[in-house]
């Protein structure tokens, strides 16, 4: 329990092995340092490790005495003093990272310049030069700022130094250093919330001879580590402590929280209906005795008290002159004012936004954008400035920059239909204090992502499920379950569908691969089933096992994991175990299924690839569908492995099925309908599936998998208008889920049909 390891890289740990009595060398003083903390360090590489059973060599020091252990269990925390270069290292360190029973200090150790530049400039409020490379550089000193990050996310300094052109050292400790401390905390404290896996990282900084600071970029802990250790053994031992003191207590935490049951546990509504408002109508503009819907633009003004004005016509909605106002999960109370003001409602549109007026004050609190154009709706005495959308995405934050964001742009071609903030973070990048999230915003009139701090958004679309339970259970409870594809349905959910009376005669005998002796008692049974991973998509890892008819004890394996099929012949029980054993099938989590015999066009089998999305909170509409037809030679459609996309009617005619395409298509509607009936009796908030639909060769319709993400590749070839529409569904019903409209042409032109709709009532 109080073991903990240190990464080092290929080079070190050959040179450790190696080492005989150099007791001043970095790991001796790394195994020293943990003994005086009571705790055992373990010496190990990337290299060596295996994810999948969590196992490793190792190096321990015992007794001033160097062990070499062959396989241990890999330490529930690990420290990582070293630069990895090769990306398969920088993968299997993100997955180690990423992995539930596994605590990685520091999971990197730099920013990229390009990246931090970026990031600073976005911070308008953060006053630092950035230091550009000229030709006619006349820096003096290279200053170091070593920065250490204790759990409570405090940043500390224990030293500071500075390097001559000629590189000779310099030890920095006089009061004027206190302005370069305060530089650095600035960028530290915004470092945290976007890469929150580093806790030590060097910030440099340039000095002129002029006497002016420039931020030039980071450093690694292990360059100032060897910088100072061999100029002040003293100061670097105090250095190589800290992350152990760090480690351990992490570890108190841990065995803490192991005595204390459901002490991160997080509690929230447990009722399936939603707890949003849902309007129906689909214009922008409306105003009854009850609410009130605008476009707007918001203007400051400096005023010390927090307070808003509104166009007049908002008056009799607001029976006091203080009012609840919120943005995203921000809410404050504010003072209300009016202004006589020449405004039109039927010209209200996204490109005609009416003027608010916000105080200073109250723009601060509420952390909102300026240079966007929002909704404002006005219900039960409560102002709502929106939409606010929220990308959830996973953990691994060293990813995310706006350049990655770019992917995710094509879902908002039609802002102009919804305004408001667009908004993608990380869990692991919330001040859960202050209920703001730092990330990448969307930014309409660039059409760009750029990163910025604002509240929690009020409908958070799930993009990703490597995140920590409690924090997914706090955003349910915050957004009042408007946190939607809360749940990761993976394949073996279907097991739990399977005595569905609606569904279960579409659903495939399906089992969790638990024991070999039940495969070979199914599989003797049905002849022939498919073996598919529990958390891989895209048809990677399946493998179809047959009975071999020529042989009665044996069988045929055929492994679809490279470009080519790879048949393996079995003589019988044990030669099956065997392979199975070898190809890591029984190790990892498979399920297996009936092989469904599917309908073919030219001798290539075919799927049928259904998008269900929710249209609002009430019903699920199919937004498109593709048959994907397996590439030849091929048994799996995947497109990603070959396949081509066709519509549901070029197949259905190209097949020769003696059925219509229109008998197919509602079989195959009513099917997907009913289990998206199903999955809204459980309590989980789903708004999007791509459901993979198998037609046999009688054309009945089976459901083969459901995808909570869903690849759209085929209609992106196939129909890109279509596969717009698909990529934006979900944004729309963010929108919904918060009250705010979509206008169903460009903004302006829907009042007419607003009127119209109004005038009767």
């Known amino acids: 329990m109080n073991t903990v390891g240190v990464l080092l890289s290929k080079r070190e740990w050959s040179k450790l092995l190696s080492q005989k009595n150099k007791k001043d060398e970095i790991w001796h003083i790394y195994a020293k340092k943990g003994r005086e903390l009571d705790l055992k360090i373990q010496f190990f590489t990337l290299v060596d490790l295996s994810l999948e059973g969590l196992k490793t060599q190792a190096i321990e020091f015992q007794n001033n005495s160097m062990i070499k252990m062959d396989i241990i269990d890999i330490p529930s925390i690990i420290y990582n003093p070293t630069m990895f270069f090769k990306k398969k290292n920088i993968k299997k360190l993100r997955e180690l990272s990423n992995h539930p029973k596994i605590q990685v200090i520091n999971e990197h150790h730099i920013i990229k310049k390009k990246e931090l530049s970026a990031l600073m400039d976005s911070y308008f409020d953060i006053k630092i030069d950035f230091d550009e490379e000229y030709e006619d550089d006349d820096s003096i000193f290279t200053l170091y700022v070593l920065a250490q990050k204790k759990l409570n996310n405090k940043w500390k300094s224990p030293l500071m130094y500075a390097k001559d052109s000629s590189q000779k050292l310099y030890y920095l400790e006089d009061a004027s250093m206190d302005e370069l401390w305060e530089y650095s905390q600035k960028v530290l404290n915004i470092i945290h919330y976007y890469y929150p896996g580093i ?66 546990n997080v509690a929230y509504p447990q009722s399936t209906e939603l707890l949003s408002s849902q309007s129906e109508d689909k214009t922008i503009m409306q105003s009854n005795e009850d609410s009130i819907n605008l476009w707007i633009k918001l203007k400051e003004f400096q005023e010390e008290e927090m307070s808003l004005k509104l166009p007049i016509l908002a008056s009799k909605l607001i029976p006091s002159d203080q009012i609840s106002i919120q943005f995203g999960m921000k809410e404050l109370t504010c003072k209300i004012d009016f202004m006589e003001r020449d405004f039109r409602l039927e010209q209200n549109s996204f490109t005609n936004p009416v003027e608010v007026i916000i105080s200073s004050a109250l723009l601060v609190k509420l952390h909102i954008p300026m240079d966007l154009t929002y909704q404002l709706k006005i219900s039960n005495d409560k102002v709502i400035i929106g939409p606010t959308i929220g990308l959830l995405l996973g953990e691994n934050n060293q990813l995310y920059s706006p350049g990655y964001m770019e992917k995710y742009s094509d879902r908002l071609m039609e802002y102009e239909k919804f305004g408001g903030l667009v908004f993608a973070f990380s869990t692991r990048s919330i001040d859960w204090e202050e209920e703001i999230a730092y990330g990448m915003l969307y930014d309409p009139t660039l059409k760009e992502w750029r990163y910025d701090a604002v509240p929690i958004p009020a409908a958070l679309y799930r993009r990703n499920f490597h995140q920590k339970l409690d924090r997914i259970n706090q955003l349910i409870e915050m957004t009042n379950k408007n946190l939607f594809n809360s749940h990761y349905f993976k394949k073996s959910d279907l097991i739990l569908l399977k005595d569905e009376k609606e569904i279960r005669n579409h659903v495939p005998a399906t089992h969790l691969l638990k024991k070999i002796d039940d495969l070979i008692e199914f599989i003797q049974d049905t002849e022939k089933v498919i073996l598919k991973p529990v958390n891989l998509s895209r048809g990677r890892g399946i493998f179809i096992l047959e009975k071999n008819q020529k042989h009665d004890d044996g069988y045929i394996l055929y492994d679809h994991q490279n470009d080519f099929i790879l048949r393996h012949l079995i003589p019988d029980n044990k030669g099956l175990e065997e392979i199975l054993k070898k190809l890591n099938i029984l190790n990892k989590k498979y399920l297996y299924q009936t092989y469904i015999p599917l309908l073919k066009i030219n001798n290539r089998p075919l799927d049928v690839r259904v998008v269900m999305q929710k249209n609002d909170i009430k019903s699920w509409k199919c937004s498109g569908i593709e048959c994907r037809v397996a590439g030849e030679n091929e048994v799996l ?100 889920l918060q009250g705010f409209c979509v206008s169903e042409s460009e903004a302006g032109s829907s009042y007419e049909t607003f009127s119209k709709k109004n005038s009767h009532s």
Request: aromatic letters at 14%.
């Open 199 to 264: 806790f030590e990282i060097g910030i440099v900084f340039s000095l002129n001879s002029n006497g002016y600071y420039s931020l030039s970029s980071t450093c690694p802990i292990s360059t100032i580590v060897k910088d100072i250790y061999e100029w002040n053994a003293k100061i670097g031992e105090k250095i190589c402590k800290f992350p152990f003191k760090v480690a351990k207590e992490i570890l108190q935490q841990k065995n803490s929280h192991d005595d204390s049951s459901n002490q991160y």
């Open 637 to 736: 459609t995947n497109i990603a492995r070959g396949g081509e996309a066709m519509t549901l009617e070029e197949v259905v005619i190209g097949s020769g099925i003696n059925q219509s395409y229109n008998k197919i298509y509602e079989s195959i509607i009513n099917l997907c309908h009913k289990f998206c009936f199903l999955i809204d009796r459980k309590d989980e908030h789903y708004a999007e599936f791509g459901l993979d639909i198998g037609l046999d060769q009688e054309g009945f319709p089976w459901i083969i998998e459901a995808n909570i993400f869903p690849s759209f590749k085929g209609f992106k070839e196939m129909d890109y208008e279509l596969y717009l529409k698909i990529r934006t569904q979900p944004i729309y019903y963010a929108v919904h």
